[in-house]
């Protein structure tokens, strides 16, 4: 199993912007076929863990609706990350942001956590109003 060390964390006002960058140790991204998949979740306090954003290396890719339009994610094979990007933040997007990697996601379940084999510690998103 690849290790995944998510970074980014910060206390942005509403409004802000921030990215998060998930960077996989193991093989490179480029050796993955087409039902790898890497994606972010979150987890606020009280709740349950929620999905955010994947990408498939098929090409697909899905968004959560709260953050469509807001949130984009991105890789970089040259630096085995992957990045979510995170405009127009609010206080409702403060959590605990996870990445997470699967090996053989199938787009039916791209956004149920069981999905992936391998996860990050998490790093902390705060948006104050």
């Known amino acids: 199993q690849e290790q995944l060390v998510e970074s980014g964390r910060g206390l942005v006002q509403a409004g802000g912007s921030l990215r998060l960058s998930c960077a996989a140790s193991g093989r490179p991204f480029s050796t993955y076929g087409s039902s790898y998949a890497m994606g972010w979740f979150r987890q606020a306090p009280g709740k349950e863990r929620e999905f955010v954003a994947v990408?498939?290396?098929?090409?697909?890719?899905y968004y959560t609706d709260s953050v469509k339009g807001r949130f984009t994610i991105s890789r970089d094979n040259a630096k085995n990350t992957v990045y979510l990007q995170m405009n127009t933040l609010k206080p409702e997007d403060t959590a605990v942001y996870f990445c997470?990697?699967?090996?053989?996601?199938?787009?039916?379940?791209?956004?149920?956590?069981?999905?992936?084999?391998?996860w990050g510690q998490g790093t902390q998103v705060t948006v104050s109003s």
């Open positions: 990408m498939k290396w098929s090409g697909t890719i």
């Open positions: 997470a990697a699967g090996r053989r996601a199938i787009v039916t379940t791209l956004t149920k956590s069981s999905t992936y084999d391998s």
